[in-house]
C-alpha cells in the first residue's frame, strides 16, 4: 500500500526556530515518508523540500517598538497564512516558537479543526504567566524544550511533552577547545575573549558599540588579548564594521568571523554576548561567560511594565534557578560594569571550573534525542488514519 501523503503546515520566525524546524522535519519525514511541508521557512529547510510561502526574515523581528514598525507586513503575513490554510486545511499546523505571531495563528486554526503544535514552550516561567490560558485555547500540545515546563502546563490540563533541547544533541559533551584553537590559528597560551553582539540588525545596533569598548577596556589590562566576533550576515558584519570605525578601534586585535560561532565560544577563555539562544550554546560548549542585553528604550520600558516572575534573563541563569553568570540589562549594561565583570571572571579560574562542571550536568540533562521525541509528540495529533501510515521502526 502506498503512504498516505501527510500535509504538514509550519511556521518558524528566525534563525534559532528554523535550526528546530529542519531537524524536526528530517525526524517526521522518516517516519512518513510521504510528507510534504509548506508554511515560513528558511534556507535550511527549503533545502529539505520546504514549500516557503514567506521567508522567515519577514518575522525575525524583537522588542515593541521593532515589532511595530513590521505590524503591517506581519499581519498581512498571518492574514495570508490563515486564508490558504483554512482553504486547504493540512493534517497539522507546527508553530516553532515566535509565540506572538503563532499562537494567535494556532487559535484560529484548532477552532477550525486542524491540529496544531507548539514547539518550544513560551517563557511562561518568565513571565507573561497569564498566557498559558491563551495557549490552552491555541494548541493541541506544547512541546517543552526545558524539564521544569511540564508541570505548568499539566496544572492547567493542557498536552505537553518534554523533548530536551536540540542544541545539547548537536553539541559534544568534551571541550573542544583544542580543537577550535587550532582551526582558528590561535595558541593555546594566548587569552581569548569571544564577543557575540547578536545575529539580528536590530541587536547590532545596541550593543555593537559596547562590546567593541567592552574589548578596548580588557585590552587595555590584558595586552595579549585576542578577541573572536562571529558574525551571521554581510548586513551584521557591516553594521559591526561600522560601530569600530565610529569606536576609532580598527586597531584592536578583534577578529572579524563570518559564522563560526560555535568554534569562537569553543575557543575562547570567556564569551561576552547578547541575552538569547547564544548563552544556551555557550553553556553546553562549557564556556564561563557574561551576558548583556539592550532593546529600544520603549520597549525596556513595555517589558518593566509588564514585569517579569523571574529576576534573570539568561537561560543558563533560568535553568539553573540562581544567578550562576552575571548579566547586565539595559542602563546597567555600561562597558564599564561588563568589563570589570570579565576581568573579574576571567582572573577566577576556580569559578570557570564551577561553570564548566555545572555546565557539563545541564547538558547531559537536556540531552533527550529532541528530534525523535519532538516527532514522536507530533504523530499523537494526526489523525488515527494517518498514524497508522507511519514507519514504526523510525526513530
Given at each position: 500500500?502506498?503512504?498516505?501523503v501527510?500535509?504538514?503546515?509550519?511556521?518558524?520566525?528566525?534563525?534559532?526556530?528554523?535550526?528546530l524546524?529542519?531537524?524536526l522535519?528530517?525526524?517526521?519525514?522518516?517516519?512518513?515518508?510521504?510528507?510534504?511541508?509548506?508554511g515560513?521557512?528558511?534556507p535550511?529547510?527549503?533545502?529539505?523540500?520546504?514549500?516557503?510561502?514567506?521567508?522567515?526574515?519577514?518575522?525575525?523581528?524583537?522588542?515593541?517598538?521593532?515589532?511595530?514598525?513590521?505590524?503591517?507586513?506581519?499581519l498581512?503575513?498571518?492574514?495570508?497564512?490563515?486564508?490558504?490554510?483554512?482553504?486547504?486545511?493540512?493534517?497539522?499546523f507546527?508553530?516553532?516558537?515566535?509565540?506572538?505571531f503563532?499562537?494567535?495563528?494556532?487559535?484560529?486554526?484548532?477552532?477550525?479543526?486542524?491540529?496544531?503544535?507548539?514547539?518550544?514552550?513560551?517563557?511562561?516561567?518568565?513571565?507573561?504567566?497569564?498566557r498559558?490560558?491563551?495557549?490552552?485555547?491555541?494548541?493541541?500540545?506544547?512541546?517543552?524544550?526545558?524539564?521544569?515546563?511540564?508541570?505548568?502546563?499539566?496544572?492547567?490540563?493542557?498536552?505537553?511533552s518534554?523533548?530536551?533541547?536540540?542544541?545539547?544533541?548537536?553539541?559534544?559533551?568534551?571541550?573542544?577547545?583544542?580543537?577550535?584553537?587550532?582551526?582558528?590559528?590561535?595558541?593555546?597560551?594566548?587569552?581569548?575573549?569571544?564577543?557575540?553582539?547578536?545575529?539580528?540588525q536590530?541587536?547590532?545596533q545596541y550593543?555593537?558599540?559596547?562590546?567593541?569598548?567592552?574589548?578596548?577596556?580588557?585590552?587595555?589590562?590584558?595586552?595579549?588579548?585576542?578577541?573572536?566576533?562571529p558574525?551571521?550576515?554581510?548586513?551584521?558584519?557591516?553594521?559591526?564594521?561600522?560601530?569600530?570605525?565610529?569606536?576609532?578601534?580598527?586597531?584592536?586585535?578583534?577578529?572579524?568571523?563570518?559564522g563560526?560561532?560555535?568554534?569562537?565560544?569553543?575557543?575562547?577563555?570567556?564569551?561576552?554576548?547578547?541575552?538569547?539562544?547564544?548563552?544556551?550554546?555557550a553553556?553546553l560548549?562549557?564556556?564561563?561567560?557574561?551576558?548583556?542585553?539592550?532593546?529600544?528604550p520603549?520597549?525596556?520600558r513595555?517589558?518593566?511594565?509588564?514585569?517579569?516572575?523571574?529576576?534573570?534573563?539568561?537561560l543558563?541563569?533560568?535553568?539553573?534557578?540562581?544567578?550562576?553568570?552575571?548579566?547586565?540589562?539595559?542602563?546597567?549594561?555600561?562597558?564599564?560594569n561588563?568589563?570589570?565583570?570579565?576581568?573579574?571572571?576571567?582572573?577566577?579560574?576556580?569559578?570557570?571550573?564551577?561553570?564548566?562542571e555545572?555546565?557539563?550536568?545541564?547538558?547531559?540533562?537536556?540531552r533527550?534525542?529532541?528530534?525523535?521525541?519532538?516527532?514522536?509528540a507530533?504523530?499523537?495529533?494526526l489523525?488515527?488514519?494517518?498514524?497508522?501510515?507511519?514507519?514504526p521502526?523510525?526513530?
Amino acid at each position: 500500500m502506498t503512504p498516505a501523503v501527510v500535509r504538514i503546515a509550519m511556521v518558524a520566525g528566525e534563525a534559532s526556530g528554523e535550526l528546530l524546524a529542519s531537524q524536526l522535519m528530517q525526524a517526521l519525514r522518516a517516519r512518513l515518508p510521504n510528507a510534504v511541508f509548506f508554511g515560513v521557512g528558511g534556507p535550511r529547510m527549503v533545502g529539505l523540500g520546504f514549500d516557503a510561502w514567506h521567508p522567515l526574515e519577514k518575522l525575525a523581528v524583537r522588542g515593541y517598538v521593532e515589532v511595530l514598525r513590521h505590524y503591517r507586513e506581519i499581519l498581512g503575513i498571518r492574514r495570508d497564512l490563515k486564508r490558504r490554510l483554512l482553504a486547504d486545511p493540512p493534517d497539522v499546523f507546527i508553530g516553532v516558537d515566535a509565540p506572538d505571531f503563532n499562537l494567535g495563528l494556532e487559535k484560529v486554526l484548532k477552532r477550525h479543526g486542524i491540529p496544531t503544535v507548539h514547539y518550544v514552550s513560551p517563557s511562561i516561567w518568565a513571565w507573561r504567566g497569564e498566557r498559558i490560558h491563551k495557549i490552552g485555547a491555541a494548541v493541541s500540545r506544547v512541546l517543552a524544550l526545558f524539564p521544569f515546563e511540564p508541570v505548568l502546563y499539566e496544572k492547567q490540563g493542557i498536552p505537553v511533552s518534554y523533548v530536551g533541547h536540540p542544541l545539547a544533541d548537536m553539541l559534544p559533551l568534551e571541550d573542544g577547545r583544542e580543537g577550535a584553537r587550532t582551526l582558528l590559528g590561535l595558541s593555546a597560551q594566548e587569552p581569548v575573549f569571544a564577543l557575540l553582539p547578536g545575529s539580528r540588525q536590530s541587536e547590532l545596533q545596541y550593543m555593537s558599540e559596547p562590546f567593541i569598548e567592552v574589548a578596548r577596556r580588557i585590552h587595555d589590562e590584558i595586552p595579549a588579548a585576542v578577541f573572536l566576533v562571529p558574525l551571521a550576515t554581510r548586513e551584521t558584519r557591516a553594521l559591526f564594521e561600522g560601530a569600530l570605525h565610529r569606536c576609532s578601534a580598527q586597531q584592536l586585535p578583534i577578529r572579524l568571523l563570518f559564522g563560526h560561532a560555535h568554534q569562537a565560544m569553543m575557543a575562547a577563555d570567556l564569551v561576552l554576548l547578547a541575552s538569547g539562544t547564544a548563552t544556551l550554546e555557550a553553556a553546553l560548549l562549557k564556556r564561563p561567560m557574561v551576558i548583556a542585553y539592550k532593546v529600544a528604550p520603549l520597549s525596556y520600558r513595555l517589558w518593566r511594565r509588564i514585569g517579569g516572575y523571574l529576576p534573570y534573563v539568561g537561560l543558563p541563569n533560568v535553568l539553573s534557578g540562581r544567578f550562576v553568570v552575571p548579566e547586565f540589562l539595559q542602563d546597567d549594561a555600561t562597558p564599564e560594569n561588563l568589563a570589570q565583570a570579565m576581568l573579574n571572571l576571567y582572573a577566577d579560574k576556580t569559578v570557570c571550573a564551577r561553570l564548566k562542571e555545572g555546565f557539563r550536568l545541564m547538558h547531559l540533562q537536556l540531552r533527550q534525542n529532541a528530534a525523535e521525541k519532538a516527532a514522536a509528540a507530533v504523530l499523537t495529533c494526526l489523525p488515527a488514519a494517518l498514524r497508522d501510515h507511519a514507519d514504526p521502526a523510525a526513530g
